[in-house]
């Protein structure tokens, strides 16, 4: 699939992934569910694959 945006659109995409990402990793530092905790780091890896695509999470 090719899914073509403009820059702004890039840049906002971009933008939204960083927030959810620090919002998951500051859950995950308050969690003590270790089942919720796995979920939470399987969605930053996932966030992180998607950002490294559209112009390069961390």
């Known amino acids: 699939m090719v899914l073509e945006i403009t820059n702004s659109e ?3 995409l971009f933008e939204l992934i960083e ?5 998951m990793i ?4 308050h969690t003590d569910a ?5 979920l939470l780091q399987e969605k930053i890896e996932l966030l992180e694959h ?3 695509k559209i ?3 961390q």
């Open 26 to 29: 500051q859950e995950i530092d």
């Open 34 to 38: 270790r089942d919720f905790r796995k």
């Open 55 to 57: 112009g390069g999470v």
């Open 10 to 12: 890039r840049d906002l």
């Open 19 to 23: 927030s959810a990402h620090r919002e």
């Open 50 to 52: 998607v950002g490294a």
